[in-house]
């Protein structure tokens, strides 16, 4: 198949799914065309099927808010008629899926039925896309997607909840690639972060609001009070001034390391021994599967998709959003028992097992292969 794929480029979670997916159906022999403003932070290497096409946005003074959906609708209808595109595969719904009900309006007057394949990652959901400025064009672009899908059953619930909605929607949930996020040996690593055999706690984000990371380090002040530990604190955005200043009004600042963002985020997961996510909203939880696939137990919110990854009482826990001595007793019981914690990595992995890349790939390939159908079928 030639398929192209939208996505944001950056690290954020939705881009990253997108890239890797692209990146294994190139391998798989399928031909990918990306289209974003700029290169995905993923996409660093050269390979025969895929193919990158950048979308410029003129600086007409006029402009005060250059149209980018406009710029990006212009796009995919030059992509899709010269390279003779079999599908679009849009990730995050805003604006991706009504500039691609735009283009897909202008190649019909070609005679080209491109099929449009929309997958809603969360927070196009349940934060930008309830918004009323948003809602009334988010709700007619999945409706005109030729297929839907979500990266969860509660995602899909709760799009059906928020928007009136008569597509149906396919679950298709999040992936990993086992071959990059394995446990790695890095014990020189691990001896500089905890030199007195510390446990060492891991939180990964983007810093939002809705990742409560100020949670993080609550729940860390109240391990360290029953198990040595450090917490290294990856990632960066608007609330970490905030979560460094109250490491330092809690007394544990010198126990916690604030990394910034990392590329290699499979290594600082094998030196790992929890990662906590206490987030307010969680369409799946990607950052969890990464560190489930590093053998790393997971301590979690009970919100949004993330019970349908963490398994209570044998992955990790789950607690109320904001229930931090919940949180904290949990990784307690994880972190104080050599035993316990190594049943506990070694489900985390098996858990992880059930989301690798080899499942869930053949899954989009045959959701692409019937919305195609479909759409001939109507042509
Ligand atoms: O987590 C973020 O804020 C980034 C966001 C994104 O859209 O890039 O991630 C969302 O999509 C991921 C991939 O499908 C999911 O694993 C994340 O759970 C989801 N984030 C939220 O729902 C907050």
């Not at 808010?65 to 990006?72: H, I, K, V």
């Amino acid at each position: 198949m030639k398929i192209g794929i939208v996505c944001y480029p950056t690290f954020g979670g939705s881009g990253v799914v997108a890239t890797e997916l692209g990146k294994a159906l190139a391998a798989s022999g399928h031909q990918v065309h990306f289209i974003t403003y700029s290169q995905p932070a993923r996409l660093d290497f050269f390979s025969e099927n895929l193919y990158y096409h950048e979308v410029t946005i003129s600086k007409y003074p006029l402009f005060d808010f250059p149209p980018y959906e406009l710029a990006l609708a212009s796009k995919l209808v030059d992509v899709v008629r010269f390279e003779k595109l079999d599908l679009l595969h849009v990730h995050y719904a805003i604006p991706h899926a009504s500039a691609a009900f735009m283009a897909k309006q202008i190649l019909a007057t070609y005679g080209i039925h491109i099929p449009v394949v929309t997958t809603l990652h969360g927070t196009d959901i349940t934060l930008v896309g309830k918004d009323a400025s948003y809602s009334p064009v988010v709700t007619f672009s999945i409706n005109q997607s030729d297929g839907v899908t979500a990266v969860s059953h509660n995602l899909k619930e709760e799009t059906l909840s928020y928007f009136d909605v008569t597509r149906e929607i396919r679950v298709i949930p999040n992936f990993i690639d086992l071959d990059r996020f394995s446990l790695k040996p890095r014990q020189h690593f691990k001896q500089a972060i905890a030199p007195g055999d510390e446990r060492i706690l891991v939180h990964t984000s983007n810093f939002r609001k809705v990742k409560r990371t100020t949670d993080v380090i609550r729940i860390f002040k109240k391990v360290q009070e029953k198990v040595p530990s450090k917490l290294l604190m990856v990632g960066d955005g608007p609330e970490r001034t905030a979560a460094e200043q109250l490491s330092r009004e809690l007394g544990v600042a010198n126990d916690i390391r604030f990394l910034g963002k990392q590329d290699a985020i499979e290594e600082i997961l094998s030196v790992s021994d929890l990662f906590i996510i206490p987030s307010g909203s969680e369409s799946f939880g990607l950052a969890a599967l990464e560190a489930m696939a590093c053998k790393v137990p997971v301590i979690s919110s009970n919100t949004g998709g993330l019970p349908e990854l963490n398994v209570n009482g044998v992955t990790g826990f789950l607690s109320d959003v904001g229930d931090v001595d919940s949180m904290a007793n949990n990784a307690i019981h994880i972190l104080e028992d050599n035993t316990r914690l190594e049943q506990f990595k070694e489900a985390a992995l098996e858990r992880a097992k059930d989301f690798k890349l080899a499942n869930i790939m053949p899954l989009y390939e045959q959701y692409y292969q019937e919305v195609i159908d479909s759409v001939q079928q109507n042509a």
